[in-house]
């Protein structure tokens, strides 16, 4: 394990986060330090703050109490750089069919998001080609992003999030819509491909679909807090 | 006179363009109320000038600028839709206008001025005045083509492009100065009351054509376009309110549009193999 103040991809030091106007936190306390390079499983039933919990670190949600530091960044201060580095899939995110935005430009928007003024260039537009195919999605390209399935949809967002080749991956709950099938091909070959890369992933999950995956760290919360943290000695070849 | 024409068929395709495209991205925002504060913050600086002698257009800009600058903020600092503050600011805006229209000197309400302040007026359309629709189409149009990768996200999705680390905050304000921009100096030629057709009907013909974001402000850009430039001529020859002649125009192309949209799809219908 390398040594140094990059050892974490992820520390948190008693973080509290409201919702604007409520009274009690939506997490409460918590105190974290995931790894880089690691798989970290974030399950517990609805309305545990799972969600909360990766909105805090991508500070989309404010802190009210605690440190946050993201790949080595302290987070609000410094939130533009590490979300540079980061990729986010929404829970529950889908689009009415009127969108007026194709599934290879929803894919591109990934990349434009970190390029100088979000132009692309040609390789660019073949990274996303390759996105696109690696999650079987290319021939669906050019239709518009509405127009597809709630799965497909997930998957096109999959897909914008790893053209990205982000540092530190946040999933909130990617499967919901993903059949048995792709979702074994995701967790036996893109996510270890990942690690292999050195990237961190933070994947919420509320159910055994994540009974195929092999997580290094599994964090179970309850009512806004970390109620158990399960260490587990996996081995990711290097 | 016939300086005055080419002057105002030059300004209709400048400012119904911009307010075109403007009020196609401001749609997709769902910021469709915000022309009305900034209007009608064009239309109080205005009636201020009235009362006090002083340029219209100088204090119409000024007011609609400061509009589009607090608007995004103020929305932040009180937590509430940016829609609302506009429609709290209109409402404010309007009892200003009213103020400063009464207490204006003499009668100031059968005046040429007003009438031009309500309607619109193509003599309202002076150089100077092209010079600044020049200015802001040139700054619109490099806005929108060297952030087009950033602002299409954006326009997808607000909460996805922060995430990615997109500096939204400064893209949402820029579009809302922008938006101030092109609707004061559209506001010129349509009136307070009329600007609007500009900002909404080219937005919603465009849809009817089923494009991509980027055809979609570039053939709202077009219909407002070709909107205020009918509509200017249509006043001109028949002498009737330049907003209302604009007004009328882009409904003309609007059913266009609606019309072709339909045919386009039923024939891809009847097109297809069995
Ligand atoms: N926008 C919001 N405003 C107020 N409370 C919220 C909001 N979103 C979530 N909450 C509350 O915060 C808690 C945690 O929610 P969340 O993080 O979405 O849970 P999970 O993702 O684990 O299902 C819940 O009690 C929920 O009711
Ligand atoms: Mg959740």
Redesign the interface.
Known sequence: MEEGPNRYAVELESVSTYYYGEKRPAIQNINLKIDVGSLALIIGPNGAGKTTLLETVLGLLRPREGRIKVLGYRIPKEVLKARALCAYLPQDFMKPPMEPFTAREVVAMGLASNSFMGMLSDDDWRKVDRSLELLGMLEYANKPFGKLSGGQQQKILLARALVREPKLLLLDEPFSAIDQKTRSYIVSEVFPDLLRKGCTILLVSHDSESLLINPSVIIRMRDGFVEQVIIRNVHVAH | MFMLLINSIISGILAGGLCGAVGAMCNRLRLTTIAFSIAHAALAGSALALTLGADMISLAILFALISATILGPLADQL?IPLDLVSMILFSMYNALTFIFILSAPGQVLMTESVGQLLWGSVLAIRPTYIAYLLLTFVIILAFLT????????LL??I?????????VRIYKYVILIIAGAAITLALRMTGGFLVFSLLYIPAAAS?QL????K??IAASWLLGSTSASMGLLMSFLYDLPAGSCITIAALIILAGASVYSRLRVSLAVEGRPR
């Open positions: 937590r060297l952030f087009w990768g950033k602002i299409n996200s997808f999705d909460k996805l492009a922060e995430a990615e680390g997109v500096n849809l089923q494009a991509n974001m055809w979609i």
